[in-house]
């Protein structure tokens, strides 16, 4: 197939030749790395390919879908577990089968979600700063100790139990809402409560459900007011789960305590860029950047090399499967996605 490779990065291009060139001859993909996003305005681009790539900020929208399949696209192969940025009822209507990777690494994305909440908590990232410059003073790096403290996870899919088994070995009490009770969790004493609950108990609240109409801004004012003073909110999942107004108030007000985020609402309009020589125009992001106690990611969770090497081979694999009319596990079920 010939695949034009969206959003592309040194590392992307690296992983997926090195993905494609170790495929059987027969099975290998003709790939055509572009630096653009895919969106409406870059859909001609991939005019005369089989198959488009696309990453977690493309905007596979309806006008996108329907350029992409006007100019023979057959197949969106989105290298990334998420599905949130395309318009699955277009996609059904036009026919176009859609491949992601709906597991890589969830160990990377789940022990950078530790990380964050380990520097968070002791303030590392202020000390590495402080230390540097000869600062040895310890006031406003207290922490408080993990073991002993209840986290609630919302989603405890994947990533979620990977979280609660690593953070169960702190000495944590778990706390988890899913639709779905996940065995491994119940087996680590994880208490299933309902989100009421889980707001009012817990002393750090992690996010690892999907980005889906039911989870839009699952975290807003009313939620926030239920949770403890100095709680602390950890999203590595999707942006969009916060309402990051209300955040700022509850930061503002002392209600959240320590906010650290790994994705944020309007990032495609900065995370994978270098910007430093740039001002940034988002007033929101910039307002979060002032507190103390937040701590942002630009995406970055899942960035491990062997996440890395999973994504390209399954993804390459994924288009294998399409072009022989092969069934593709990782093919999503659009019927069963758009009802869910
Ligand atoms: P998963 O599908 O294994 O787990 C998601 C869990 O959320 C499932 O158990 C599901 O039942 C549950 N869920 C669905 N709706 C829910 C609701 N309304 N309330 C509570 N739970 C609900 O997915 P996985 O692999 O654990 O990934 C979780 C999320 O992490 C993804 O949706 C993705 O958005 C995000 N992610 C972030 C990355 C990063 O680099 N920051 C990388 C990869 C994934």
Redesign the pocket.
Known sequence: MKVTVFSTKSYDREFLEAANGAMAPALRHELVFLESRLDRTTAALAADSDAVCAF?NDRLDRLTLERLAAGGIRAIALR???F?NIHLPTALALGLPVVRV???S?H??AE?TVGLILTLNRRIHRAYNRVRESNFALEGLMGFDLHGETVGI????????IVARILHGFGMKLLG????R?PDCEALGMEYVDLPTLWARSAIISL?????P??HH?INADALAQMRDGVMLVN???GALVDTEAAIAALKSHKLGYLAL??YEQEERLFFENLSEQIVQDDIFQRLQTFPNVLITG?????TRNALAAIAETTVTNLSQLERNIPCPNQLNLEGAIAA
Request: net charge neutral.
């Open positions: 977690v990334c577990a998420g949130n709906p597991a890589y969830p990377a994305v950078h919302v989603g405890t899919g994947r990533i979620g139990a809402h899913d639709r779905y996940n690892h459900c999907p980005l889906m039911e989870t699952l590595t999942s999707r790994d994705v995406h970055q969770a899942f960035f």
